[in-house]
């Protein structure tokens, strides 16, 4: 089968060692000081004394240095930031080109784009948008901690760009969103075709409540006609604490004749 399913549970646990890498270095972040300079109270050692920059204090009952530091710098985290979107990347190319998958009748045996009894083009068009997101997630991946320049007459040579890192990050996972909405969407159709030339079809269970509650509220496409509520409908159902909003379905042919007239 192609790579895109096969792979799939590749693109989702790197995915998943990304995040966890990344709430890993958040977490020692937000539990820790970023001061700069760093403030050490007490006696201070003979190999602190040598650090360039160093301001000693060392007068009756007071005792210290403030030393320059780098604890400043937000790098460890653009990197994580960075390494999630990268696999973030990879999952939005599986989900597209699985969708790819489903609507071609030399792999699937379903009707061409996934049509229903009444529809000649049905989902033909809607590659279009799958690809702009993808593609959009693909950019946004692009490495942007690399993008700075020398300032503060060079004394502030290295950055990282983390709040740009980090609102690409955001932006790809609400793509995310978006294309797994079309992903189910087209499997939804899929099941539906697939059940009409085997009735007998059994899904797993996971599968099969996600199927349950996104047909609950979205129906069967049968003919030519608008997807976008169905799209929307899709992206919200992994949106948490957002319901599915209920699109009225439109007459359709019996489940029968949705392989015989494709």
Avoid: W
């Avoid at 403030?66 to 960075?82: D, E, H, K, R, T």
């Avoid at 692009?142 to 502030?156: R, V």
Wanted: proline share 9%; glycine share 8%.
């Amino acid at each position: 089968e192609p790579l895109s399913y096969r792979t799939g549970s590749y693109q989702i646990g790197a995915r998943d060692r990304a995040l966890d890498e990344l709430d890993a270095i958040l977490t020692i972040q937000f539990n820790g000081a970023d001061d700069n300079p760093v403030v050490y109270v007490g006696a201070v050692s003979p190999m602190t004394a040598a650090l360039p920059g160093l301001k000693i204090v060392d007068e009756p009952g007071l005792q210290g240095a403030v030393v320059p530091s780098a604890s400043f710098s937000p790098l460890p985290q653009a990197i994580a930031l960075q390494t999630a979107g990268i696999a973030a990347a990879h999952v939005s190319e599986g989900i597209l080109n699985r969708t790819l998958v489903l609507m071609n009748p030399d792999i699937t045996g379903l009707p061409r784009f996934l049509a229903g009894p009444d529809a000649v083009h049905a989902f033909g068009a809607i590659h279009k948008p799958i690809g702009a997101v993808a593609a959009q997630n693909r950019s946004l991946a692009d490495p942007a901690s690399l993008d700075f320049a020398s300032l503060a007459l060079g004394i502030e040579d290295m950055g990282t760009n983390a709040p740009r890192v980090a609102r690409r990050l955001s932006q790809m996972a609400g793509n995310l969103d978006t294309l797994l909405g079309f992903e189910l969407l087209l499997a939804a159709q899929a099941i539906d075709l697939r059940r009409a030339a085997t009735p007998d079809l059994v899904l797993a269970p996971g599968t099969g409540a996600l199927y349950g509650q996104y047909r609950a509220s979205v129906p069967f496409l049968c003919g030519d006609t608008t997807v976008l509520s169905g799209i929307i409908a899709a992206s919200t159902a992994f949106v948490e604490g957002t319901p599915l909003t209920p699109i009225p379905p439109v007459p359709c042919a019996p489940a029968a004749e949705l392989m015989t007239e494709n």
